[in-house]
């Protein structure tokens, strides 16, 4: 007689939840993707086009669509895991709502969240009008208009990078990796989409990782004259002219600067997501000083936890882009394929 | 003096070159001992770009902590008196660095190093 499919829980159903369902799936894995939202997309529902290359994030969306579209993948929407626990062969997953699962393993794939830039009140969001996030943004070029909050045409924009990153002072000590290139990327969208408009960078350190950002970096000077200024914003004010005015030392000239912008962008870091902070505490799972979960082993090891049958995927690790979130998925998949079978 | 005119028209540029085998470690060895926070500092300019005393002087927190560390004292002797310790750059400073009590034991080390008792 042939043997019932295993069954496999995914917490979370972002990019990287959505690519383990439907890598396990393929497999032949019975899967149940748990999602708290009322659809799976996670954080990338809110993005309009992604780096290196400006692509639209739809094309990405859909290939995830078409990923989880499979029979035996069950979806289920609106619902969080609250907690797991290993229990003989199983691992048993407790649900919002009070109910429970059982599983031959659990991939948890729980995500970031977006720093709240309230944290940062120097910054001024939610105090000034004109003062956005990075995803704010994303939602001004879904909408086609990126304007100030009085309608009108911005002739200067700054991006202020490490907004809730490499900061004690929001006990966020880690970088969040993808905020530098997002920022290149959107000077240039905004330069395309308002050519009239000066954009101005201000980083610590310009930190192009992966294939191709040093590139768009590269183009961002040459091609879209993005200007960048090497010091951390230490505060936002609104002057007399209604314009925003930032105070920074332009660390290369030495000298204390300040510049009038019309529209501030806060490129808001990583945080480990609430969901997955509540998950963990529950579960007795480790997290790291960066308060994401904390793998078994940095090098070999960082799609395994501590609990058996428990694996991670993504950004509930670290800070991670798309293309590493499903990179990692795929090989927690094949951690868990290996488990399943070796058990 | 970094130009030496001789009698003969001829000028010798001294190097310019920061000698970090040659500089004077001993303040930053006193201000590190006295603020070991002063270790963290990645140089983004925070304390400067909110620092009173910066405004109008050429008073510079991020480039003093690079000049101690590099042993590039002789600047520091007078800018140093030039701050009021209001305390606005540690309110700043995102490597919680004790800005503060750098200046403080800056200036003490400066003081210091006159007497030779460093």
Redesign the interface.
């Known amino acids: 007689m042939k043997e019932p499919a295993k069954h496999v829980i995914v917490a979370g159903g972002g990019v990287a939840g959505m690519e383990a369902a439907g890598s396990l799936a393929e497999m032949g894995l019975r899967v149940t993707l748990i999602e708290k939202g009322d659809d799976p997309g996670g954080n990338l529902l809110k993005w309009h086009a992604l780096f290196p290359d400006r692509r639209p994030a739809e094309e990405v969306r859909k290939y995830l669509r078409r990923r989880i579209d499979q029979e035996n993948i069950n979806v289920i929407t609106r619902t969080s895991v609250e907690k797991i626990r290993h229990h003989g062969h199983e691992v048993i997953v407790s649900l919002s709502g009070g109910t429970e699962e059982k599983a031959d393993a659990v991939i948890i794939a729980t995500g970031f969240d977006i720093f709240d830039a309230h944290r940062k009140e120097?910054y001024g969001y939610g105090i000034y009008d004109n003062v956005i996030t990075s995803a704010d943004l994303e939602e001004m070029f879904n909408r086609e208009r990126v304007v100030k909050a009085d309608g009108s045409v911005p002739a200067r924009m700054g991006f202020i990078h490490?907004v809730g990153s490499?900061?004690?002072?929001v006990n966020n000590n880690h970088c969040s990796k993808v905020c530098c290139v997002t920022a290149v990327k959107q000077a240039i969208e905004v330069r395309k989409v308002i050519p009239s408009c000066e954009v101005f960078c201000f980083y610590?350190?310009m930190r192009m990782f992966g294939p191709y950002y040093e590139e768009l970096y590269r183009e961002s000077q040459e091609v879209h004259n993005i200007n960048f200024i090497?010091?951390?914003?230490?505060?936002a004010s609104v002057n007399i002219n209604n314009r925003l005015v930032v105070?920074?030392?332009?660390?290369l000239a030495?000298?204390?600067?300040k510049m009038e912008l019309d529209i501030m962008v806060l490129m808001v870091g990583m945080e480990m997501s609430e969901t997955g902070a509540h998950l963990a505490e529950a579960s007795g799972l480790k997290l790291g000083v960066n308060k994401f979960l904390y793998p078994a082993d940095h090098h070999f090891g960082t799609n395994r936890s501590s609990m058996k049958g428990v694996f991670y995927a993504g950004a509930c690790t670290a800070p991670m882009n798309i293309t590493d979130t499903i990179s990692h998925s795929r090989s927690a998949v094949a951690e868990t394929a290996r488990y399943l079978k070796i058990r | 003096m970094s130009v030496q005119v001789n009698k003969f028209g001829f000028a010798i540029n001294l190097s310019r070159a920061i000698n970090y085998d040659t500089s004077d470690r001993k303040v930053r060895e006193y201000v590190t001992l006295r603020e070991p926070s002063f270790r963290l500092c990645?140089?983004?300019?925070?304390?400067?770009?909110?620092?009173t005393a910066?405004?109008h002087t050429s008073f510079?927190l991020?480039?003093m902590n690079t000049c101690i560390r590099r042993g590039e004292i002789e600047s520091l002797r007078e800018e140093v008196k030039r701050c009021m310790l209001c305390g606005k750059c540690l309110?700043?400073?995102?490597?919680?660095v004790n800005t503060r009590n750098v200046v403080a034991a800056a200036a003490d080390a400066i003081r210091k190093l006159d007497r030779n008792e460093l």
């Open positions: 120097e490490c490499r900061d004690e002072k610590m350190d090497r010091g951390k914003v230490s505060e105070k920074v030392e332009d660390t030495g000298r204390p600067l | 990645f140089a983004c300019g925070g304390c400067t770009a909110t620092c910066g405004q510079n991020r480039r309110l700043v400073c995102p490597r919680g």
